[in-house]
């Protein structure tokens, strides 16, 4: 069921797309929603798991969670922001931006390794945080004008990522074993994105109300599901 969800998440982002052809206005405000849910599992639910079910020092556990944040930095300068929702690319460009792809599907996987022991408040984090980014990345392919074998390759490329992380993770042992510290990392992972979703896309950093709305939607959500 967990590998099923983590599918239909990019299913559902992409055929959005293609049925609906949602505004931009929407996808931010959904952009919000998963990025203040994403948020507000990491810190209600992951960090007190780290923290307090585990005999490792609380110094190590920093560092790894910063570690995580200094990696998707860096990953993000490849991916040209496309975790948080943002294609910098030029969209007529005829080459397939690989590096930018082989940059979500490393985040993608990393997502699902926390998750292989079937954390249900992570897995629906997860879930929610893909669809947008499902339409944005479709909407990028398709506008592109890629070929639709070529789109329907990479999106299910994609749509395995998480999947695969959290199988592996589930067949290896040395993620049984470092749970802890890999955890950490993903958190610092999360704790970078979903800030990013929350806080860059305020234009002249005025208040909206609707996308306001949408992170308080989010926070009560992670709050009543805990």
Known sequence: ??????????????LAVVLFKPKNTFTRLLLSFSGAYLLSVTILHLLPEVYQETS??????????LAGILIQSVLESFSKGAEHGHIHVHSEQHKFPLLLFISLC???????????????NLLWAIVVHKI???IVLTSFLIH??????TIL??????????????????KVDVFSDYHTEITAFIIGVFLHISTIILFESSE???????????????ILLTIFSL
């Open 204 to 218: 002249n950093h005025t208040f909206n109300f609707k996308k306001f709305m949408a992170i308080l939607a989010g």
């Open 153 to 170: 390759f990479f999106l299910g490329v994609f749509a395995l990522m998480s999947p695969l992380g959290a199988f592996v993770a589930n």
């Open 1 to 14: 069921m967990m590998y099923i969800l983590l599918i239909l998440s990019v299913v559902l982002g992409s």
């Open 132 to 134: 947008p980014i499902a």
């Open 106 to 120: 490393i985040h993608a996987f990393s997502e699902g390794v926390p998750i292989y022991n079937g954390d249900a």
């Open 56 to 65: 490792t020092s609380t110094v190590k556990i920093g560092l790894f969670i």
């Open 144 to 149: 592109s004008r890629y070929s639709k074998q």
